[in-house]
Each structure stands twice: as C-alpha cells, then as structure tokens.
C-alpha cells in the first residue's frame, strides 16, 4: 500500500467527518461519522502493513482542505458527490493491496457505497424519509457539478484559444481578432447551452411518456402489474408468498404502486426529472463562456505581438488551473495535470496559429 492510497483514505476520513459536522439530520450525521471511522480504521491499517507512521492527527491533503472549502461554498451534496466518485480508485487500490499482500478480497470493505447503505438501512433511528434524502443527494451530485464546471471552462478556453490564434495568426493580431473571439465565445456558449437543453428537456420527456404508458398499464391490467411486481422482488430474493404479498399490499394504493413501478420496473428516478432545462442550459453557457473570455480578453485593450504574448500566457494560466483542479477528482499529480493540460492546450493553439498564419500569407499573395 502506497503513501498515495494512505493519504486518500485519510483525506475521506477528514472529509466524511467535516459532512457529519455540517449535516442538519442527526441519523445522516451519525452515518458519516462512522464512515469518517471506517475510513481512519482502513488508513491506519495499510500504513501499520506499509510500516508507514501517521502524523496525530491526521494530516489532510490540499486537495481535500480544498475540496472541503468548495462544500462550504457550495454545500456539502458537492463533496458527497466527489467522494462517491473516488470510491472506485478507493476499492482498486485496497484490492490490489490485499493481492500483492495475498489476502482474500470479500469486496465488502472496499464497496463504501453498499457500506453508506447498510449503515443507513441498519440505523434504527434512521426513518424512510432520510433513506430517501440521502438516495437523492447521491444521485443528484453523481455527475457532480464541480466536475461539469471545469470541463465546461475547459471547453471554452480550449476552442475558443486556438480560434483566436488562429485568426491571430492570419492577421497578425490585428484587426478582427477580438470580432472573432466574442463571436466564438457566443456561438460556443451558445450552441453548448442549446445542447444541454436538448439534453436535459429530451431526457425528461422521455421518462414522462414512459411513466404515463406505465400509468396506463397500472389501470387497463391491475393484475398483471401486480404479478410484474412480485417477480421483481422474487428476482431480488425475496421467498414467493412473501413477494406477492408486499405486491398486494402496494396495489392498494395506485398512486404508491406507480410510483414503486416506476423505480423498479423501469428504473427512473422522480427527482431527476424535477431539473429545469433552462437552468442546466444557463449554467452550460456561462460555465463555457468563463474559459473562452480568457484568451479574448487581452484584444480587448491592446493588439498585434503584445496581444498574443498576453493571450497565451493567460490562457496558459488557466489551462494550468484547470489541469490542478481535474486533480480534484483524479487524485492524480497537479504539477503532471497542470502542465500535460497546458502542452496539449497550447499545441492546439499552435497548430491553428500555423494555419491561420499560412492562409494569411496566401491570401495577402
């Protein structure tokens, strides 16, 4: 076990505990509280194997005192969502620990999700209600928005860095360049924000027409919904005339008995469809129009050599951060994430220089 595997379940353990400090239920508190256990537990363990000493207390890494600030900016349903998104890189590493260690891997330890379950689903005090709260926040933070941020600015500083210098290079910084930019960041931010509404307001359509055929066929066929029911929970394990009675007693209330139709038989979750496509679209546009401002911005107040020295080198900047803050989720080094994103950043904006460079000579021959 690695330095690197330590630290990130040290930096969960810090991370589980700051949620449970800032969790207004008590049951949801008390769940990562013990995940923030588990996760110490695990941390103290693959260093005692690794002979490896642990600082009292535990140190946090930056990208966890950083992702800790985010959640108390943003709330703490964005941290949620990048632990859960850790959580495979989590159980490889403990896995591959437990091989090279020649242990049995029983895959219990290392799956937190089904562990954050059990706990929830074990608590006696934990109502059905929470079970639910909890469920949603999960889902809804399980594309983490954190994340759609960043690639969202990458997008537009990358296109829209190597359209200007693309111009640039036709004109030499001059004239028309800044036109070009403003015109990239609005077709770009646009177009990404027209994307996202399609996106979001086709899903929701979809799942609306699929949850009124499933309405329709809960009053045409009673019966046979009700059969569908009882094998979905036979297929789960549950004994036969248990099953067909937690199918009966559903059927009584045809509101309930949709709705447990819907997540079962076809899998949808009610509350992604409360999502309004307009936002999602805003979002995407500014999201996208923040990166591509960045290398236009210089044009703004000055042009030719200087405009492009300036561009590049604040377009270079931004890159860096945005290759630091994919570390965030990757867990990767942000010296090797900040400059990998900056050389193939700038690559990209090299190659359109040439371009516009070699089509601005033709057209002035």
Known sequence: MTTKNIQTEVDASFLYQKMAEHETEDSLAAVFRQMSLIERGHAEAFAKKANVVLENPMRPSW???????????????YVLGVLMDTEKGISSAIVAGKIKQKVDVTGAETNHVKILQSILETQTTTAGNHLSKFESK?????????????????DGLVSNFSLVMGIAGATAGQEGVLLAGLAGLLAGGLSMALGEWISVKSSQELYENQMQLEMEELETNPEGE???????????????????????????????????????????????????????????????????????????????????????SASALGLFLIGGAITLFTGKNVWYSGFRQVFFGLAAA?????????????VAG
């Open 138 to 154: 999960h889902r809804s933070v399980g594309g983490n928005a954190i994340r759609a941020a960043v690639l969202g600015g990458n």
């Open 226 to 312: 009700r059969q569908e029911l009882a094998l979905i929970y036979m297929a789960k394990g549950i004994p036969e005339s248990q099953a067909q009675e937690m199918a009966a007693d559903i059927m009584k209330d045809k509101s309930h008995a949709h709705s447990i139709l819907v997540k079962e038989e076809l899998g949808i979750n009610a509350e992604e469809l409360k999502g309004s496509a307009i936002e999602a679209a805003v979002y995407s546009f500014i999201l996208f129009s923040i990166g591509a401002v960045i290398p236009v911005l210089p044009f703004m107040f000055t042009k030719g050599l200087t405009a492009i020295i300036i561009s590049v």
């Open 350 to 362: 090299a190659i359109t220089f040439g371009i516009g460079k070699l089509i601005g000579v033709s």
């Open 63 to 77: 990208r966890a005192k950083t992702i800790n600030f985010i959640g108390k900016v943003f709330g703490y349903d």
